[in-house]
Structures are given as structure tokens and as C-alpha cells.
């Protein structure tokens, strides 16, 4: 008789395959398309030329690399929301309208930080942090999800800190009040925590 334990395992491992590949592809889209945002609005750029080609068919200059790195992080941090599912339930886990939705608000708030160019360091921080604290209010409202959206808003940021210092990217002179980057950026992060958690839910 065939262990039923081991017939499951091929199972699992197909299932982590696709949900990878899944969240890493909603990842490269949607952060790729707000980066895109970023750069034709001079909130951030790549330096040109650089050491790898750019993106084809595009009017800015993105490398290549660009969703590969967004698609990595969405990945990571699907993954780390994945893994936490079980312990803690955001306010809107059920609503599967919502869940799917979720990764369209977080273009949609990352795009805006392009187009609403209101002063970093000042009314920029101001309104993304009320529009991610009402995110959070409505969509999660658990101290375990706001605890995953601040650790990932601490790592990201840092992380596009080491990016500029070493040259792979650059905000603009008005756009980098916090060493080098954004002082609204964890802010980003968070939403970013708070709409994955839902979206992965669906998976």
C-alpha cells in the first residue's frame, strides 16, 4: 500500500511551484508598471549607460532586471505571508472581491506617489501614510499583520538604500531625503504587506 504521506508530497511541491510562480509574475507586473510610473514622473531613474540593456518597447530606460527584482521581492514577501496565514486572519480574509482587488490599490497608490508630486519629507508622507493607515484599518487590522508590514517596510527600504549606494538606481535630489530614498517609501511597503496578505490568500 502506497504511504499516503508520500503521495502528497509531489502534490505540495507542485502547489509551492505555482504559487511562486505566481506571485513572483503579479510581483515583476505590478512593480514594474509602478516603477514605470517613477520614472516617467522623475521620482526615481537608472543610470545610463549601465551594465545591463534596457527593456525593450518602453519610452523610459528600465533595465532588464527590473521585474526580476520586483518579482523576487513580491515573492518574498508572499511567502513570508503564506507561512503566517495560519496564526492570524485580516479583517478582510473572506472577501475574496477584495483579496483579488488588493494588488490593483497598490499600483494604484504606488503610481500615485509619481503623479502627486507634493513634497517629500512633508505632504507626500503626509497623505500616503493616512491612505496606508486606512488600508491597513479596512483591509487587515491585526497587530500581526501591521508587525509583517513594518518588518517588510524596514527590509525593503533598507534594501533600496544599499541599491542607490552602490549605483543600481537613484531617486531625485527632491525625492531623497532619507539616505538616498524616499522618506514615504516604508510607507509604500506597508501597503504593499497589507494587499499581499490578502491576495495570497487566494492562492
Not at 511551484?17 to 509602478?34: D, N, R, W
Not at 527600504?157 to 543600481?168: D, Q, R
Request: aromatic share 18%; charged share 10%; glycine share 8%.
Amino acid at each position: 500500500m502506497n504511504n499516503p504521506n508520500t503521495a502528497r508530497k509531489p502534490l505540495n511541491a507542485v502547489w509551492w511551484v505555482k504559487f511562486l510562480l505566481l506571485s513572483f509574475i503579479v510581483g515583476a507586473i505590478a512593480g514594474t508598471t509602478g516603477d514605470f510610473v517613477h520614472v516617467i514622473t522623475h521620482t526615481d531613474g537608472y543610470p545610463a549607460p549601465g551594465p545591463f540593456p534596457f527593456l525593450p518597447l518602453l519610452p523610459v530606460k528600465m533595465p532588464v532586471w527590473v521585474p526580476f527584482l520586483f518579482g523576487s521581492a513580491v515573492m518574498l514577501m508572499a511567502v513570508s505571508h503564506k507561512l503566517a496565514q495560519t496564526y492570524y486572519h485580516p479583517r478582510m480574509e473572506g472577501n475574496k472581491l477584495v483579496s483579488f482587488f488588493a494588488p490593483f490599490l497598490f499600483v494604484l497608490l504606488y503610481a500615485m506617489t509619481g503623479f502627486l508630486h507634493t513634497g517629500t519629507g512633508s505632504w507626500e508622507d503626509v497623505w500616503l501614510a493616512i491612505s496606508t493607515l486606512l488600508v491597513w484599518w479596512f483591509m487587515d487590522r491585526t497587530s500581526t499583520g501591521a508587525g509583517l508590514a513594518v518588518a517588510n517596510a524596514i527590509g525593503g527600504t533598507l534594501f533600496e538604500i544599499f541599491l542607490v549606494h552602490v549605483g543600481g538606481f537613484f531617486y531625485y535630489p527632491e525625492h531623497s531625503n532619507l539616505f538616498g530614498v524616499p522618506s514615504w517609501l516604508p510607507w509604500l511597503y506597508v501597503a504593499a504587506s497589507v494587499c499581499i496578505s490578502l491576495f495570497v490568500r487566494l492562492i
